[in-house]
């Protein structure tokens, strides 16, 4: 089993809702066992800013896939709650990312579609306030910071987030 951090967010319709029904198919389905799951948090959308306000929230669990079958695993449940590919960052039911992955999420990939830890994590605050819950010392394999570290160095000017949903 390998050790994985998934981030989730939505923002149509009843966000929370699908982010949890997101976390229920990733459970059922044998995708993830979880053994932390952040608070919900309400997000600022990012690049493409003329749509609602995101929710977000990390999870993190142990998984028995590699990372290419995980990646198709999550594609799978976003296709079946309905995501559909519109403007780049636009509106989305559902958006399920891996975060890292491996022991400490020390392993690191970088495919065509497949980048882990994914490669804008550290400058995205809706992903790493959420993950600092959970996980504030986890190293980032490439910058050599912790989550914490890296939290710091992204200023929030454009970047609201507050929490919504306490676990």
């Excluded at 690049?47 to 993190?60: A, E, K, P």
């Excluded at 998984?63 to 296709?79: D, F, G, H, Y």
Aim: hydrophobic share 40%; proline share 5%; glycine share 8%.
């Amino acid at each position: 089993m390998e050790e994985v951090f998934i981030g989730i967010g939505s923002n149509v319709g009843d966000a929370i809702g699908h982010c949890e029904e997101a976390v229920r198919l990733l459970v059922e389905r044998s995708v993830i066992t979880i053994t932390a799951l952040s608070s919900w948090y309400a997000t600022e959308p990012q690049g493409y800013c003329d749509q609602n306000w995101f929710i977000n929230g990390v999870l993190r669990g142990k998984t028995e896939l590699s990372p290419r079958e995980l990646l198709k695993a999550v594609k799978s449940i976003e296709t079946d709650m309905g995501r559909v590919k519109t403007v780049r960052w636009g509106p989305r039911v559902i958006d399920i990312d891996i975060l890292f992955y491996g022991t400490d999420g020390q392993i690191c990939v970088e495919e065509n579609d497949l980048y882990i830890p994914h490669r804008m994590l550290q400058d995205r605050r809706f992903v790493l306030v959420p993950l600092c819950e959970i996980a504030p010392m986890l190293m980032h394999p490439i910058y050599n910071q912790n989550v914490k570290e890296l939290l710091r160095q992204v200023p929030p000017k454009g970047q609201k987030v507050k929490r919504v949903k306490k676990r």
